[in-house]
């Protein structure tokens, strides 16, 4: 048998070793995410670090440097694909980037380990887990700040939603007096809401005052045809 002729136990011991690391810090990487009951938890970190452990090891002991490097390259990029699948938009608000980081990160801990890396596995896991814990607080008391909305880069929208026959109207009041507010529109959009129909106006300016803002919308509220008005902001990534 060919596995006879070619079984090393030297080998094998490495690859126990690299796999057993993958094992035990995707783990510790995965334990994390667990307990926050994240989509992707214990076993997918396992699964991917160990997955990509393995794929480096296998490069490593039947091809050569350069095969190596293009397992890795691969690796990355098909877990990639993977953190896609945990990454949900509801609405304005996009949930899963962090997990899917840690996903492409634990993906980074198997493939050192895989390449028989393990200290900077161990630094890499850390490092991870840091990050997912200790900087929470941090994050927590940045979202606390009151933000400066005349200074953050923010993109506007006015929103009008009007009676249906009046709509022509409405769209032009809307477009004069934003234009009048020296706040220029990108362009305005309509979409049919039952019997009305909802007008938004994206503003070119990401530098807006909001009181400002504030008058020209209630102006447009007394817009013969206007059932509702506001206007709304979102940070710009």
Same mark, same amino acid.
Do not use: H, Q
């Given at each position: 048998?060919?596995?006879?002729?070619?079984?090393?136990?030297? %080998?094998?011991? %490495?690859?126990?070793?690299?796999?057993?690391?993958?094992?035990?810090?995707g783990t510790l990487i995965g334990a994390e995410r667990q307990y926050r009951q994240r989509t992707a938890g214990l076993r997918t970190n396992v699964l991917v670090a160990v997955g990509a452990a393995a794929f480096t090891d296998l490069a490593a002991r039947i091809g050569t440097t350069t095969d190596v490097l293009r397992v890795v390259a691969n690796v990355i990029t098909g877990v990639g694909f993977l953190g896609a699948g945990v990454i949900m938009k509801e609405g304005l608000n996009i949930r899963g980037l962090n997990t899917a980081a840690t996903l492409w990160c634990s993906a980074a801990v198997g493939a050192c380990t895989g390449s028989d890396m393990l200290a900077e596995a161990l630094l890499i896991t850390f490092i991870i887990i840091a990050g997912n814990t200790l900087l929470r607080p941090l994050a927590g008391a940045i979202d606390r700040v009151p933000l400066?909305?005349?200074?953050?880069?923010l993109s506007y929208e006015v929103h009008l939603t009007a009676d249906a026959h009046a709509v022509a109207e409405v769209r032009e009041a809307l477009i004069k007096a934003l234009q009048a507010a020296s706040y220029p529109v990108g362009d305005v959009t309509s979409s049919v809401q039952g019997d009305a129909v909802e007008l938004v106006a994206r503003l070119v300016s990401t530098s807006v %005052?909001? %009181?400002?803002l504030d008058q020209v919308v209630a102006g447009l509220a007394r817009t013969r045809g206007v059932t509702h008005a506001n206007w709304e902001s979102t940070t710009q990534d």
């Open positions: 048998m060919r596995f006879i002729e070619t079984f090393s136990s030297t %080998d094998f011991a %490495d690859t126990v070793v690299s796999l057993g690391a993958a094992f035990v810090l400066n909305a005349r200074s953050s880069e %005052d909001p %009181d400002e």
